[in-house]
């Protein structure tokens, strides 16, 4: 059983599924970025009319449309033509990324497509000549959490204040490029793309599960970050969306080196929100499966998923915040009430908070604001260049 979509001032490519019509969504907002084209995205929306739920269905055409993407890219670059070859292998790590995201289990056709998506937005970005992004690895623990860092630093000398980047519950450290890294460098702030525990190729390919004291990797970031020279120190932030607004609510709580904190989408009771939609069947707004909550968290059950879930409350913990905060939450977010938005605003103990409310009637009133990037990313990005004393690169 899915759910259907709630009345609501925004595009449906599936009126009756609304995990599918998200992730249409998603993919339609990062067209501006390079991570999508509108006619191979209305290609595989009417490749999928009449399979309206069908998760392999989905998968297979997604996927085939990434493959179709990565020949063309293959084929520029052969040419030469390393601009179309970049743009082409941009898009083609997209659609494989929306292909893999419904796939459960987590079988060797979904993990050799995460390959591929991940093989295909390196060599994009070994293809770009404006910016040097470095594939790194971030000590954590007895492992690593592997991330990109892309430095706003105008000399090899200078110092430029850097953001940590992390996802949420099924993005990637791939899928923040679409959302507005590009508009930061601009402003003159590095970036630290992040695949945290429970994300990414972290849970894929290492087994780090998602956990609630994040700011076990929020730390580790920063602590590599204080060994460039390229970052200043003193001006580090960290935003994340979705469940990251958990993630960075949490790191910025509990790591005083955070001078400032974007929540992209407010989280304060995540045990609460599973467990209405595990009590539910699932039949709830979700942007992925159901299964992704046990796979994510390393359990075997539900239940013991739930029990991992039991600290990712965030009442007692962000009274601690000192640093700067912005949260930013759509008024008609289906998946998480507005409600949980101005409790986090107002239990949140820095002086400096704002919280930025879209609404129906100027667009981004959805889930992080995927009905309208173009006005939500500026905002943040403002905000954040502001706080952290940024000067454009």
Known sequence: MVAAIRDAEWYAQFPDDYRWSYNVMLALAQIPTGGGEVGEIDRVCRRLAGHVGDDERWFREWRAMGDQVRTLAERAEGLGDRRAAMAHYRRASNYYFAAERFRFPKDEDALDTYRAMLDTFRRAAELDDRYRIEFV???????????FFVSAAATPEGRAPVVVFMNGFDGN???????????????GVS?????????????RFRGIPLRHDYEVA???????????????PDRIGVMALSLGG????????????????VAWGAIWDYHRIWRERIEAAFAKQ??????????????????????VLEGFRLAEVV????GAFLLVHGEDDQQVPVADARLLFDACGSADKTLRIFTGAEGGAQHCQMDNLSIAVPEINRWLADRLGATAG
């Open 218 to 232: 929020g730390s580790a970031a920063v602590d590599w970050l204080e060994t460039r020279p390229d970052v200043d």
């Open 137 to 147: 690895e971030i000590p954590y623990e007895s492992s690593s959490l592997p991330a």
């Open 191 to 203: 970036v630290l793309s992040l695949d945290s525990p429970g994300v990414g190729e972290a849970i």
């Open 246 to 261: 958990y993630y960075a609510s949490r790191s910025a709580s509990m790591e005083p080196r955070f001078k400032a904190c």
């Open 319 to 322: 009274p601690r915040m000192t």
């Open 173 to 187: 450290k791939e899928l923040n490029w679409f959302l507005g890294i590009e508009d930061l460098l601009a402003r």
């Open 286 to 307: 979700l942007p992925v499966p159901g299964a992704h909550l046990v796979w994510s968290t390393g359990t075997a059950s539900t239940e013991e998923a739930l029990q």
